[in-house]
């Protein structure tokens, strides 16, 4: 699974990293981001909206930190 | 006698007696008496509900953790508007329910006078800080809290209005003067009375135009790429415009609008210096980062906005720029 590793990096970075490499995985395939800023959430989920890609889980890689994975649509 | 008229003047604004109002040394005492005092007047049982909407102003939701109440947070629409029945369904037994009469962020009414109908015996504390300079407060509120800067006075003063009939203690030491300690700041008081009274004599005409030059701002905002315009569209407040721009960085924008001499603000938390996004943008949803907050007030003229919009668009562009994110 393709994973982006955003820590210690603040907004808009997760975001920016996502649409980088949204194009990296096939159609339907998924992609993570791996980010400890605070408006990570938030972001990737108002991205996935306003890009119409799937927001799919928040879960945490095996050090805590937070763990956005997101299906690409198109 | 200077402080009987203020008050006066500020009761007949929102619709109180003056024996109804008390002032404090600043809008968030104020916020956090009206929250610690209304709990206190009406606490049951070991621990006490607070019901409040998720887009409070942060000083109603520090009071609500600092006493130590079981909090109850109503979640919010993507205009950041509450659903009246939702709210006063989480409301039902609490000791003090608070929902603002509009939001602070993203310029959104919320159904106050639906809640209030509805509630009971619950009180219910209204902040009506954005809404008073610009147009009277919903009805139906039994506590009422209200910063004087926010309509354009000076620091020093906020609003206090306690609702014959509500049960409110004081959440200080025993004060013989009133239901806030020590004595009011008259010079503060007296000018965030005079500033109301002139907001409100002339509100009509110019919550007009500023609603008017708003709307034009929403409409060119919502013609750049990737931009988010937040709030509802209507029912509203007509003095501020929230948008947030995709790929951008809120505090780039910030600096970049000031070099052209435009005071704005952001909830993004894109710099150290605010290490949470604005808990308003999460709760409805929106893009926190790149996030813009146009206020205009009576003063602003047509042609400010039109400088504004004509900025605006190569302000973003080059945002994007400097972060590599065009064309994405």
């Known amino acids: ?74 | 006698m200077l402080l009987e008229a203020a008050t006066e003047s500020v009761a007949e604004s929102v619709a109180a007696r003056a024996d109804e109002i008390s002032f404090a040394p600043s809008g968030a005492l104020a916020a956090h008496a009206a929250v610690l005092g209304t709990i206190r007047g009406n606490a049951r049982g070991v621990r006490p509900r607070f019901t409040h909407s998720a887009v409070e102003h942060s000083s109603i939701l520090h009071a609500g953790e600092f006493a130590a109440v079981e909090s109850v947070s109503v979640g919010v629409d993507r205009f950041a508007r509450v659903d009246a029945d939702a709210f006063v369904s989480a409301a039902r037994g609490a000791a003090a329910a608070a929902l603002q009469a509009g939001n602070h962020e993203v310029g959104t009414r919320q159904p106050v006078a639906r809640v209030a109908e509805a509630l009971g015996d619950v009180p219910l504390i209204v902040d009506v800080s954005q809404a008073i300079g610009h147009e009277a407060p919903p009805e139906g509120w039994s506590v009422l809290t209200a910063d004087a800067r926010v309509w354009g006075a000076g620091p020093g003063a906020g609003v206090l209005a306690v609702r014959t009939g509500t049960r409110w203690s004081p959440p200080f030491p025993a004060d013989d003067r009133g239901r806030l300690p020590g004595a009011p700041d008259l010079p503060a008081i007296v000018a965030a009375a005079a500033s109301l009274r002139a907001a409100r004599a002339s509100a009509a005409q110019d919550a007009l135009r500023m609603r008017r030059q708003i709307d034009r701002i929403r409409a060119a905002v919502a013609l750049i790429d990737d931009v988010d315009v937040l709030g509802d569209p209507v029912d509203r407040f007509p003095h501020i415009a929230t948008f947030s721009c995709l790929y951008v960085d809120g505090e780039a924008v910030l600096t970049a609008l000031d070099r052209e001499g435009f005071a704005v603000s952001s909830g993004s938390s894109c710099t150290s210096s605010t290490l949470e996004p604005s808990h308003v943008l999460v709760a409805m949803g929106a893009l926190t980062s790149g996030n813009v907050r146009v206020s205009v007030h009576p003063g602003t003229t047509d042609a400010d906005v039109e400088k504004f919009l004509a900025v605006l668009p190569g302000v973003v562009a080059d945002v994007r720029a400097e972060l590599g994110a065009s064309g994405l």
Not at chain 1, 41 to 56: E, K, N, S, V, Y
Request: proline fraction near 8%.
């Open chain 1, 1 to 74: 699974m393709t994973v982006i590793d955003c820590r210690g990096r603040p907004c808009p970075a997760p975001i920016l990293e996502l649409a980088r490499h949204i194009g990296d995985v096939d159609i339907n395939a998924v992609i993570s981001v791996e980010a400890d800023d605070p408006a990570a959430g938030p972001d990737i989920r108002a991205w996935c909206r306003m890009r119409a890609h799937t927001f799919l889980e928040a879960s945490q890689a095996d050090d805590g930190t937070p763990r956005f994975t997101v299906r690409r649509l198109h």
